[in-house]
């Protein structure tokens, strides 16, 4: 079950399709992954183990389901192609597919739909995948080190489209725009929606990277409205999770994360977001991240290699087409990379190991922070 948000309703259902598409092909699972130890032949170089996917304190948890991964795990391996250089590497399945792997081996981590994205041609699936990780590294990276990142004044953004007039002003709600850009290279919008009128749907969230800021806000902006719609949903079937409870017990999946910030103790949710609400500083110039204009797919991805590179940041792409999506000429990619942050789902699997976290940041951060100072509250993104 999955949805789409657009300024049409073709253009709704077209998302929504896609959606689908992509996490079904993903939870295929191929029949050619293999162990470490079933690979002769293979170069130690070729295998990557530099996930640093979690915390050495959350591996000391009791009862942590996930191991470390080191030469000696017993876990699954598929490959990958650097999409910079187009050398095979060897990545950990678990990283990759929408499903538990049948395996005697050991649990690294858990996949997510973070960096899936599908189309009728690989360049094009590969600019939306690529996208979509840089955005969710941002996002992570400001919800776990607590960043305020600078405003966007929408309706100045928008001073040449209606779609600030169209359909953000007619709502009456407190649309705030908050420009990531800096954290990824690319034009990348953090929009976080504000009802203090009614106890209907109070906050919602949604984020986007695309070639430029103003198309990057427009869908940040749909994903929080379809966010709000859902979190609406939730409230009217009385299907919330209290924000004082167990988190570990309690956060297991993106709904969750929707039903916590639907629950009915919205006190703490506002408290939560305090980081966010109280910015003040507005970025002058929010376009300077564009990409050239009238990039076609390919030269897209080129681009969107030589901006990663730039910030030292490798990503590779595992082929996840399903054989009956293939037959119906769909391609499915999963763009991963050490470097970038995933959305976590579970509060137990808080993606807390990258040195992203740990490192300085813009905005005052300073020169970072430590594993005491990250973020404790669930974040509440869908």
Known sequence: MNGGGALSYRAAKVAAIGETIERYSAAYMPDDLFFRSDAPG??????????NLF?????????????????????????????GTQQQSAVPADL?????????????????????????TMPEALVSAILEAFERHAFMLTWHATLTPPLIDGPTLFRTSPFWHDHVEPTNLDV??????????VPTVLAVVLNTATASAPISFGAASAPTISRAAEKATVEAFQTRVWIKAEQRSRNTIRFDSDWRKTIHSFDDHVRLYAGPNQDPLWKAISFLTDATEEEPH??????????GPSDSVKELVAIARRRDVELFNVDVTSPDVRDEGVVV??????????????????????PALYSPLPWGHGSGGDFDTLNPIPHPFP
Request: aromatic share 14%.
């Open 333 to 354: 990619v999963k763009v991963l990379s050490p470097q970038l942050m995933q959305l976590d789902a579970s509060y137990v699997g808080r993606f807390l190991g990258n």
């Open 42 to 51: 293979t170069a130690d170089s070729a295998f990557r183990y530099d996930w």
């Open 55 to 83: 915390h050495s304190r959350q591996y000391e948890e009791e009862d942590f389901p996930f191991a470390p991964l080191t030469p000696d795990t017993p876990t699954l391996w598929t490959w990958a192609r650097d999409i």
């Open 96 to 120: 990759v597919y929408l499903r538990p792997l049948k395996s005697t081996g050991a649990t690294v981590a858990y996949a997510t739909s973070n960096g899936v994205a599908c189309s009728l």
């Open 286 to 295: 929010p376009e300077r991240f564009d990409l050239p204009s009238g990039l």
């Open 176 to 185: 705030r725009l908050f420009a990531l850009s800096e954290l990824v290279g």
